[in-house]
């Protein structure tokens, strides 16, 4: 029972930690909007420099049109 909950809360803090570090600080937020206008307008290579910033700090969207970039 005791290692039950000591797993419980293990998960909740690395749960936690995963949320955290998957949130933009507003330079990165900015970049990622900026390479998403960007992209959008197909200027993928000039939004490129942008959306990495954001993939950087674990942002899926940005990372996901990273990858679009490479493949195009």
């Given at each position: 029972m005791l290692i039950k909950?000591?797993?419980?809360?293990?998960?909740?803090?690395?749960?936690s930690g995963?949320?955290?570090?998957?949130?933009?600080?507003?330079?990165?937020?900015?970049?990622?909007?900026k390479g998403i206008t960007l992209y959008n307008q197909y200027k993928a290579i000039s939004a490129e420099p942008y959306l990495e910033k954001a993939a950087k700090a674990g942002d899926r969207e940005a990372q996901l049109?990273?990858?679009?970039?490479?493949?195009?």
């Open positions: 909950k000591i797993g419980m809360v293990l998960v909740a803090v690395l749960l995963v949320a955290l570090a998957a949130e933009l600080i507003a330079e990165q937020q900015a970049a990622k909007e049109l990273r990858r679009g970039i490479a493949i195009e």
